[in-house]
């Protein structure tokens, strides 16, 4: 038995850490072993739909996407496209895996479409609103400020996905982050350029959007898989946070411009990439648990902080007051004729004299877990 065991474990598939595979993003992410990508970020073709040059009031051209790999001959082939590679996508993700994918009115909503037939969950759409958008020259539409990006779970029952809730408060003042985020287009030193000056990849895009997305929504030492690698930002805030990528690509002046510039990148410090947590990022675990560890055993009387109320702990980590009996919170909540209770935070029990709240016994019970 162990011997087939090891057999097996040799003959899988493994993971192409740090890697740039160069190819076809669909045929790259289906040599990738199933569940095994934290996160999947795509920037897919927006398939733009341009007609004809765009000038600006001076005459001079935009600078527009017009690359061969933007281009569809319909929006059927387009929707085909777009099912192929995240059919290909939700198998490498992870049952806790999370999916972002950015896109413009032309694609999105399509993308969005197709998304939840194939069975991913939406959690969020989110705004990237651009602080310094191009104009809309033409004087016709309104000028395009913002992109949309849809995070997804792989499934409609998914648990255990990542969000660094609290991480994020922090980052935003100690304000819930919002769905509709500030950030400024590529530009400046930042931005890759040829030695002609030009732009090594016309939709590049800025650091500080994966950055958010990455704290937000993985951990360090995580696998983010980029199907749309391009110049290769996914793979440089990865290294910088201590993050796994892997990314595919088939321009080989991406390629080489991405390499470059993700050696260039120092990873962040072990502390440095630590992020703060709150009660609702930790491990569940219920009274019943602490009762049966002997940390506050059977018989113990519990009481509220001015021992107003008093309850008796029971074998199955219930409370009894006489006439009710039920959970730490059911108990507390009935007790101050209340319809909710936190019960961890009013319950307390006697230890050398004083009351302490009976969180401080879980948090070692968390604290063994962790071990």
Request: glycine share 8%; hydrophobic share 40%; aromatic share 8%.
């Amino acid at each position: 038995m162990a011997k087939s065991s090891s057999r097996a474990q040799e003959a899988a598939p493994t993971l192409p850490i740090d890697e740039i595979l160069v190819g076809d993003c669909v045929a790259a992410l289906d040599r990738l072993p199933a569940n095994s990508a934290d996160l999947v970020f795509a920037d897919p073709p927006y398939n733009l739909q341009l007609a004809g040059a765009l000038h600006r009031p001076d005459q001079s051209q935009v600078d527009a996407v017009d690359d061969a790999w933007d281009q569809f001959q319909s929006f059927q082939a387009y929707d085909a496209f777009t099912r192929a590679w995240l059919l290909a996508a939700r198998r490498v993700l992870k049952p806790t895996g999370g999916l972002w994918v950015i896109g413009s009115y032309h694609n999105i909503f399509r993308v969005g479409s197709i998304l939840q037939d194939l069975g991913f969950w939406i959690l969020n759409d989110v705004l990237w609103v651009k602080s310094n958008p191009m104009p809309n020259f033409k004087g016709r539409r309104f000028t395009n400020a913002h992109e949309t990006l849809i995070w997804a779970a792989r499934d409609p029952d998914a648990k255990g996905y990542t969000f660094n809730y609290d991480a994020l408060k922090v980052m935003n003042d100690d304000l819930q982050m919002r769905s509709d985020w500030v950030i400024p287009l590529c530009t400046g030193a930042e931005r890759l350029k040829d030695t002609d000056g030009r732009k090594v990849h016309p939709t590049q895009k800025p650091e500080a959007l994966l950055h958010r997305i990455m704290v937000a929504t993985t951990k360090p030492g995580d696998v983010v898989v980029d199907p749309f690698f391009g110049s290769g930002t996914t793979g440089a805030v990865a290294r910088r946070l201590g993050r796994h990528f892997i990314g595919m690509e088939r321009d080989p002046d991406y390629i080489a411009a991405a390499r470059a510039r993700i050696d260039a990148v120092e990873p962040a410090t072990e502390a440095a990439l630590q992020v703060v947590s709150g009660k609702r990022a930790q491990k569940r675990v219920p009274f019943g648990v602490v009762v049966e560890r002997g940390l506050i055993p059977p018989g113990t009387s519990l009481f509220d902080a001015r021992r107003r109320h008093q309850a008796l702990v029971r074998a199955d980590g219930s409370l009894d007051v006489g006439d009710i009996q039920g959970s730490i919170h059911k108990i507390g909540a009935h007790v101050q004729g209340l319809e909710a209770c936190n019960g961890w935070t009013f319950w307390h029990f006697e230890d050398a004299g004083r009351l302490r709240p009976i969180d401080d016994a879980r948090d070692i019970v968390r604290k063994s877990l962790a071990a």
